[in-house]
């Protein structure tokens, strides 16, 4: 007798990823089969961490034969027999577009790996003019906890799924507005002391350009004092309840100066609450 | 869940527009749980609780907002979110008494002017009678009219408080019927019968459509719309029976069925005309389309700016359900289909078929991703079939005189009749039925050829989302195959003709500034590229030293709106503004 569900065999099928054919896993996407036909270089910034790919950014697309226009990869699943071209010429002025529209409305000057891409694809946004609409505006300061750059945002819709049905079931912010004019907000755009933000930070934890940043980094930064090559991480386990989430201490000149939580752990998958993320302060009182 | 509300409180007003609809809140027997899943299970009434609130009083308040979130556990920022992506909504505070101008393609034409107080609007559908006003009036007894033609004078009046006179009879939008035509497939009812009554309709040939579709049940139904050969008339062409055939395989039930009456498309006021002229005939399509597939519930997702069809529609429903026609049996046939009419809100993207879906649902009306296809996972998840008002208009004869016959008119590839949407620059603009192929230089006769002092300089062919055709492709058959063989496209039927008078370039920016105001903003390349799309053209149009190269950006935008965006809303941006530049010598 077999007590242990066992599910539905998984089938394999091939796909071709730039010449290159692999056998993967039905339900995979085509991001990860590229991946594993060696292909390492899509870039992404809507996709990761923990969450539903909402693929609005538009940077990972790739060319399937077939296909009128191009796909996301990040979300768009495998099909027997795929071919999958992920550097035609179509493909690279995709990317470049996207970024040039991003780079001449946002800022993307803390978002890891974005300069890399700029420079990969020749990202040219002084093409749009001075006198181009960007999302330029003053940052939000409301509370003591974290800031909220909405210059840098890129509406990627990731801190609205972490705080909403994903993860936090707090639902504090939303997508408001429509178009250019959309923007992330609590309801009439409210400080966050007064919205139902709880502080849990898994918005910061997700953020993929540094709209969202601990005051700590904030600052650290507008002063010029914040150095990673500096900075060491320690991983505990939080000491404050009995859930067991493993911390990882950002330190920088023997202070905390950001805390997260590793996005592959089993208890917390990325996530923490206002004392794990924020309740740091009492090691550094000296 | 945990809500988390501010300390404003709602007005009685707001209280009592909330409650009718949700249902008083009476006594609660505080034994039983009443929030989780029986209140979010409500989520789809979100959007019909926002418009009760903003036909009160006009607005929607932080107040409105915490009492709906309570009502329907629903967090106040994610109902901020959804009310803020609809333009008939606002979250500031402002007069009861709204002037909408359409400052859209055919009003621009006929010279609309917006005064101080009044809003600008989007095309509101009644290009045959530019330039158009919408007033709404929000109250116990709220009220929306629409004026066109409306003079500056009128518009004036309106503002301060008149009232907008009697709204012309649907008929006027059809010269055919007016002229006599006895061999019309799709308007042979429109103001011929009286669209008020299901007694007249069924004196003029209704439900013979549904009793012939009950005797070759389900499987004879989507047969016949096989071999009926029919293209989708929303804009993408897709064979509606193998919509159809595939929703009704589905195993995971329910099926759900919903009508695209949206139609918001700049220069299209087709669907409308059907649906005020001639309310039963879609209604007994959607149940035979229902019966087909396998649906028990649909629903007539109208534009909110149509107010003449919401009532003879949801008045047709009404009078349908008190004769057997919808309900729990229909016809005596013993199987169930429930409709409703739900109401958009002004936004044109919920009109793209998975947009709608959100819509419904409650949500922002943000197109989803495709695969999966509606046909297995539409609204709430389900196999859903979407097809367009005149779509369904024409599942009528089909099922009367068979697919065959059917296929039998216009061509192999186009078949049955076509509604056009005819404006501009002719003698008698309106909509015109006529068998696929025929050419664009009969439309335009047939429309009374061009309007005394007028000479022909383009037409807009498929509306902003289609593009130009020039006097030498007047003898295009107006066909699926041949349009795309042309480079041009038929859309939804939009005939817009342009005289040596129109400001083309004023045209142009107008499309352009259409798309960047209707871009529902969740993917990069249609939020920021219809954005900087339009920053181009005006730097194009004051020429300058770039402009070579500001013409190769341009270039570079329309394709990755092409290549990248989420949806057909994104792909056809650029469409119109390429054909005007490639074709009229626009910013050149």
Same mark, same amino acid.
């Given at each position: 007798?077999?007590?242990?569900?066992?599910?539905?065999?998984?089938?394999?099928?091939?796909?071709?990823?730039?010449?290159?054919?692999?056998?993967?896993?039905?339900?995979?996407?085509?991001?990860?089969?590229?991946?594993?036909?060696?292909?390492?270089?899509?870039?992404?910034?809507?996709?990761?961490?923990?969450?539903?790919?909402?693929?609005?950014?538009?940077?990972?697309?790739?060319?399937?034969?077939?296909?009128?226009?191009?796909?996301?990869?990040?979300?768009?699943?495998?099909?027997?027999?795929?071919?999958?071209?992920?550097?035609?010429?179509?493909?690279?002025?995709?990317?470049?577009?996207?970024?040039?529209?991003?780079?001449?409305?946002?800022?993307?000057?803390?978002?890891?790996?974005?300069?890399?891409?700029?420079?990969?694809?020749?990202?040219?946004?002084?093409?749009?003019?001075?006198?181009?609409?960007?999302?330029?505006?003053?940052?939000?300061?409301?509370?003591?906890?974290?800031?909220?750059?909405?210059?840098?945002?890129?509406?990627?819709?990731?801190?609205?799924?972490?705080?909403?049905?994903?993860?936090?079931?707090?639902?504090?912010?939303?997508?408001?507005?429509?178009?250019?004019?959309?923007?992330?907000?609590?309801?009439?755009?409210?400080?966050?002391?007064?919205?139902?933000?709880?502080?849990?930070?898994?918005?910061?934890?997700?953020?993929?350009?540094?709209?969202?940043?601990?005051?700590?980094?904030?600052?650290?930064?507008?002063?010029?004092?914040?150095?990673?090559?500096?900075?060491?991480?320690?991983?505990?386990?939080?000491?404050?309840?009995?859930?067991?989430?493993?911390?990882?201490?950002?330190?920088?000149?023997?202070?905390?100066?950001?805390?997260?939580?590793?996005?592959?752990?089993?208890?917390?998958?990325?996530?923490?609450?206002?004392?794990?993320?924020?309740?740091?302060?009492?090691?550094?009182?000296? | 869940?945990?809500?988390?509300?501010?300390?404003?409180?709602?007005?009685?007003?707001?209280?009592?527009?909330?409650?009718?609809?949700?249902?008083?809140?009476?006594?609660?027997?505080?034994? /039983?749980?009443?929030?989780?899943?029986?209140?979010?299970?409500?989520?789809?009434?979100?959007?019909?609780?926002?418009?009760?609130?903003?036909?009160?009083?006009?607005?929607?308040?932080?107040?409105?907002?915490?009492?709906?979130?309570?009502?329907?556990?629903?967090?106040?920022?994610?109902?901020?979110?959804?009310?803020?992506?609809?333009? /008939?909504?606002?979250?500031?505070?402002?007069?009861?008494?709204?002037?909408?101008?359409?400052?859209?393609?055919?009003?621009?034409?006929?010279?609309?002017?917006? @005064?101080?107080?009044?809003?600008?609007?989007?095309?509101?559908?009644?290009?045959?009678?530019?330039?158009?006003?919408?007033?709404?009036?929000?109250?116990?007894?709220?009220?929306?009219?629409?004026?066109?033609?409306?003079?500056?004078?009128?518009?004036?009046?309106?503002?301060?408080?008149?009232?907008?006179?009697?709204?012309?009879?649907?008929?006027?939008?059809?010269?055919?019927?007016?002229?006599?035509?006895?061999?019309?497939?799709?308007?042979?009812?429109?103001?011929?019968?009286?669209?008020?009554?299901?007694?007249?309709?069924?004196?003029?040939?209704?439900?013979?459509?549904?009793?012939?579709?009950?005797?070759?049940?389900?499987?004879?139904?989507?047969?016949?719309?096989?071999?009926?050969?029919?293209?989708?008339?929303?804009?993408?062409?897709?064979?509606?029976?193998?919509?159809?055939?595939?929703?009704?395989?589905?195993?995971?039930?329910?099926?759900?069925?919903?009508?695209?009456?949206?139609?918001?498309?700049?220069?299209?006021?087709?669907?409308?005309?059907?649906?005020?002229?001639?309310?039963?005939?879609?209604?007994?399509?959607?149940?035979?389309?229902?019966?087909?597939?396998?649906?028990?519930?649909?629903?007539?997702?109208?534009?909110?700016?149509?107010?003449?069809?919401?009532?003879?529609?949801?008045?047709?429903?009404?009078?349908?359900?008190?004769?057997?026609?919808?309900?729990?049996?229909?016809?005596?046939?013993?199987?169930?289909?429930?409709?409703?009419?739900?109401?958009?809100?002004?936004?044109?993207?919920?009109?793209?078929?998975?947009?709608?879906?959100?819509?419904?649902?409650?949500?922002?009306?943000?197109?989803?991703?495709?695969?999966?296809?509606?046909?297995?996972?539409?609204?709430?998840?389900?196999?859903?079939?979407?097809?367009?008002?005149?779509?369904?208009?024409?599942?009528?004869?089909?099922?009367?005189?068979?697919?065959?016959?059917?296929?039998?008119?216009?061509?192999?590839?186009?078949?049955?009749?076509?509604?056009?949407?005819?404006?501009?620059?002719?003698?008698?603009?309106?909509?015109?039925?006529?068998?696929?192929?025929?050419?664009?230089?009969?439309?335009?006769?047939?429309?009374?050829?061009?309007?005394?002092?007028?000479?022909?300089?383009?037409?807009?062919?498929?509306?902003?989302?289609?593009?130009?055709?020039?006097?030498?492709?007047?003898?295009? @058959?107006?066909?699926?195959?041949?349009?795309?063989?042309?480079?041009?496209?038929?859309?939804?039927?939009?005939?817009?003709?342009?005289?040596?008078?129109?400001?083309?370039?004023?045209?142009?920016?107008?499309?352009?500034?259409?798309?960047?105001?209707?871009?529902?903003?969740?993917?990069?390349?249609?939020?920021?590229?219809?954005?900087?799309?339009?920053?181009?053209?005006?730097?194009?149009?004051?020429?300058?030293?770039?402009?070579?190269?500001?013409?190769?950006?341009?270039?570079?935008?329309?394709?990755?709106?092409?290549?990248?965006?989420?949806?057909?809303?994104?792909?056809?941006?650029?469409?119109?503004?390429?054909?005007?530049?490639?074709?009229?010598?626009?910013?050149?």
């Amino acid at each position: 007798m077999n007590a242990v569900p066992v599910a539905a065999p998984t089938r394999l099928v091939d796909v071709t990823v730039d010449g290159t054919t692999v056998k993967v896993a039905e339900g995979t996407t085509v991001l990860q089969a590229c991946r594993g036909a060696g292909c390492d270089d899509i870039p992404t910034l809507c996709y990761g961490d923990t969450l539903t790919p909402k693929n609005a950014c538009r940077v990972c697309m790739v060319e399937v034969e077939g296909s009128r226009t191009l796909v996301p990869s990040c979300s768009r699943k495998v099909e027997a027999g795929m071919v999958v071209h992920t550097d035609t010429e179509r493909v690279q002025h995709s990317r470049k577009m996207v970024l040039e529209f991003l780079g001449s409305s946002t800022d993307l000057s803390v978002a890891p790996h974005v300069a890399d891409w700029n420079e990969q694809y020749a990202v040219d946004v002084d093409r749009y003019g001075p006198d181009r609409r960007t999302k330029a505006q003053p940052v939000k300061r409301d509370n003591e906890l974290y800031v909220r750059d909405y210059e840098k945002c890129i509406l990627c819709y990731k801190c609205v799924d972490a705080c909403g049905e994903q993860w936090q079931n707090t639902f504090a912010i939303a997508v408001a507005g429509r178009g250019f004019d959309s923007h992330i907000a609590a309801e009439y755009d409210a400080e966050l002391p007064d919205s139902a933000c709880v502080y849990c930070g898994n918005c910061i934890a997700v953020c993929p350009t540094g709209a969202l940043m601990f005051t700590s980094e904030h600052d650290m930064r507008a002063d010029g004092s914040w150095d990673e090559s500096r900075q060491t991480e320690t991983d505990t386990i939080c000491p404050y309840c009995g859930v067991g989430c493993q911390l990882t201490l950002h330190v920088q000149d023997n202070s905390i100066v950001k805390v997260t939580s590793p996005s592959d752990h089993s208890v917390t998958h990325g996530n923490l609450c206002i004392k794990g993320r924020f309740g740091f302060q009492h090691v550094q009182n000296h | 869940m945990d809500l988390k509300l501010s300390a404003h409180t709602p007005t009685a007003d707001e209280i009592d527009a909330i409650d009718a609809l949700l249902g008083a809140t009476g006594e609660y027997d505080h034994r /039983l749980a009443r929030a989780g899943h029986d209140l979010r299970d409500q989520r789809h009434r979100l959007l019909p609780v926002l418009h009760a609130v903003n036909d009160r009083v006009g607005w929607i308040s932080r107040g409105a907002i915490n009492h709906i979130a309570a009502r329907m556990d629903v967090a106040p920022a994610e109902i901020y979110g959804v009310a803020t992506f609809y333009g /008939l909504f606002s979250t500031t505070e402002r007069s009861t008494r709204q002037v909408h101008v359409c400052v859209d393609l055919a009003c621009q034409i006929a010279g609309a002017t917006v @005064p101080d107080g009044a809003h600008e609007s989007p095309c509101l559908g009644l290009c045959e009678r530019a330039p158009a006003v919408l007033l709404v009036e929000a109250g116990p007894q709220a009220r929306q009219t629409v004026l066109a033609p409306a003079t500056p004078v009128q518009v004036r009046a309106l503002l301060d408080g008149g009232a907008a006179p009697d709204e012309a009879p649907a008929e006027v939008a059809t010269p055919q019927v007016a002229a006599g035509a006895d061999d019309l497939v799709l308007l042979g009812r429109v103001g011929v019968v009286d669209p008020t009554s299901l007694h007249s309709y069924r004196s003029h040939g209704g439900y013979a459509a549904l009793r012939r579709a009950i005797e070759i049940g389900p499987v004879g139904v989507i047969r016949e719309m096989l071999d009926s050969g029919i293209m989708g008339r929303g804009g993408a062409a897709f064979p509606a029976g193998r919509k159809w055939d595939a929703v009704a395989r589905q195993p995971a039930r329910p099926h759900y069925l919903v009508c695209n009456a949206d139609e918001s498309e700049p220069g299209t006021f087709k669907d409308r005309v059907i649906m005020e002229g001639d309310p039963f005939s879609l209604i007994e399509a959607m149940t035979i389309a229902a019966y087909a597939t396998g649906c028990e519930q649909g629903w007539i997702y109208l534009r909110g700016e149509y107010p003449r069809a919401r009532r003879r529609l949801t008045d047709a429903i009404e009078q349908a359900v008190a004769h057997g026609l919808l309900g729990d049996d229909v016809m005596g046939a013993g199987f169930s289909f429930h409709l409703e009419v739900f109401l958009g809100a002004g936004a044109y993207i919920c009109g793209e078929e998975t947009a709608i879906f959100n819509s419904i649902e409650g949500f922002r009306g943000e197109p989803r991703n495709k695969p999966p296809f509606p046909v297995e996972v539409g609204v709430f998840g389900k196999p859903t079939v979407v097809n367009n008002v005149e779509t369904l208009a024409n599942v009528l004869p089909i099922v009367l005189g068979g697919g065959q016959a059917y296929a039998s008119v216009g061509t192999t590839g186009s078949t049955g009749t076509k509604l056009f949407c005819v404006s501009g620059a002719v003698a008698r603009p309106g909509v015109y039925e006529l068998p696929f192929g025929a050419t664009l230089r009969e439309v335009i006769d047939l429309a009374g050829g061009m309007r005394e002092g007028s000479t022909l300089r383009t037409v807009l062919l498929g509306g902003a989302a289609g593009s130009f055709a020039t006097p030498d492709e007047l003898d295009v @058959p107006l066909t699926f195959e041949d349009l795309r063989a042309a480079k041009l496209s038929l859309g939804s039927g939009v005939v817009m003709v342009l005289d040596q008078h129109v400001d083309l370039t004023a045209f142009v920016h107008r499309i352009a500034a259409f798309f960047r105001d209707e871009s529902c903003g969740q993917c990069v390349p249609c939020r920021v590229g219809t954005m900087r799309q339009e920053e181009v053209l005006q730097r194009l149009e004051h020429g300058g030293p770039n402009a070579s190269a500001d013409r190769e950006l341009l270039a570079d935008i329309g394709r990755v709106l092409r290549d990248a965006s989420i949806c057909g809303f994104g792909h056809s941006a650029h469409g119109a503004i390429e054909s005007a530049i490639a074709k009229l010598g626009v910013f050149s």
